[in-house]
């Protein structure tokens, strides 16, 4: 298993949880790296069901909804699944905003994604 720097991967039930080191998801730097990071856990580890928890993220850039985006083609280029929880009530208007919210599967807590799963 690989070691990331910018987030933290743990194995449930066949599910790769994902939680983010940072709060704010800006730097473009951290951005470019986040991104290597979760691409590699579909090209490199071949992880088909991700759940991104959001718990404890304050704020996400513009880039960084691209790199989830990206995440999001991948994922679905192995008939894997992608969920994303603990969403801010900010961020999942941003979500909304952009339309997103009818791309991604987004779930209000890490127990009702991990349950979607099984479905």
């Known amino acids: 298993m690989a070691t990331y720097r910018r987030i933290s991967v743990t194995e449930e039930d066949?599910?790769?949880?994902?939680?983010?080191v940072d709060k704010k998801i800006v730097d473009s730097g951290s951005i470019?790296?986040?991104?290597?990071?979760?691409n590699a856990l579909v090209t490199v580890e071949k992880r088909?069901?991700?759940?991104?928890?959001?718990d404890g993220v304050d704020f996400l850039s513009s880039a960084a909804l691209n790199k989830l985006i990206s995440l999001n083609?991948?994922?679905k280029g192995i008939a894997g699944r992608l969920k994303l929880s603990n969403l801010r009530a900010?961020?999942?208007?941003?979500?909304?905003i952009t339309k997103l919210d009818r791309?991604?599967?987004?779930?209000?807590?890490?127990?009702d994604a991990m349950a979607a799963f099984k479905l």
């Open 73 to 75: 083609t991948k994922v």
């Open 103 to 111: 791309l991604f599967d987004l779930r209000a807590t890490q127990d």
């Open 14 to 20: 066949g599910v790769s949880i994902v939680r983010f």
């Open 48 to 54: 088909a069901n991700i759940l991104l928890n959001f």
């Open 90 to 96: 900010e961020i999942k208007e941003v979500f909304k």
């Open 32 to 38: 470019e790296q986040l991104g290597e990071e979760l």
